[in-house]
C-alpha cells in the first residue's frame, strides 16, 4: 500500500514543481519600467521603460519628476551636435541603445545623460531587485541604483 501511495504522490509533486517553475520570475531581466535615482542628489528624477527588439535592449523616456520651477519640458541642449536626439524633448527620448545580454548582464550599449548631454559606454544588471546602472567614459565611470517603478 505505501509503494502505491507513493507511486501516486511523486509525479503529483513533480506535476506541481514542474508547473511552478514555468512561471518563476526572471530575476535577472531588465525588462520593464525603473524609476530613476540621481546619483548625486538621491532624488528621483524619470520613469525610464527598458525593452528587448532583435536581440538588444533599449530604454526609453517615459515620465519625468520635474522640480518647482524647473523648465517642465526640457530639450537635449546639450547632446552632441550630429546626434539626432539634440534640442529635442527629453519626455519619450531614448537615452539607453543597444545593449546585449551576456549571463546576467547587459553591456556593449550607450546611455545619454540628457541634462549633461553626455554618452557614456553602458554595463547595466540586477542587484538585490535593484537596477544597476554603470556609465563609463574612458576609464571613469558613474553608477546610479534605479528602483523598479510600480
Not at 550630429?82 to 541603445?97: A, F
Request: one cysteine or more; a neutral charge.
Amino acid at each position: 500500500m505505501k509503494k502505491i501511495l507513493k507511486l501516486c504522490i511523486f509525479p503529483v509533486i513533480f506535476y506541481f514543481l514542474a508547473i511552478g517553475s514555468l512561471f518563476a520570475a526572471d530575476n535577472t531581466s531588465i525588462v520593464g519600467k525603473w524609476k530613476t535615482i540621481d546619483d548625486k542628489t538621491g532624488e528621483p528624477k524619470s520613469i525610464v521603460e527598458i525593452y528587448e527588439k532583435d536581440g538588444k535592449y533599449s530604454g526609453q523616456i517615459k515620465e519625468l519628476f520635474i522640480k518647482e520651477g524647473d523648465n517642465p519640458d526640457p530639450v537635449c541642449d546639450k547632446c552632441p551636435d550630429d546626434d539626432p536626439r539634440k534640442n529635442q524633448p527629453t519626455k519619450g527620448m531614448v537615452i539607453v541603445r543597444d545593449l546585449v545580454k551576456a549571463d546576467n548582464e547587459y553591456s556593449d550599449g550607450t546611455i545619454l545623460d540628457p541634462k549633461e548631454g553626455k554618452i557614456y559606454t553602458c554595463k547595466m544588471w540586477i542587484e538585490d531587485g535593484k537596477l544597476m546602472v554603470r556609465g563609463y567614459i574612458a576609464f571613469f565611470f558613474r553608477t546610479q541604483t534605479w528602483h523598479k517603478a510600480e
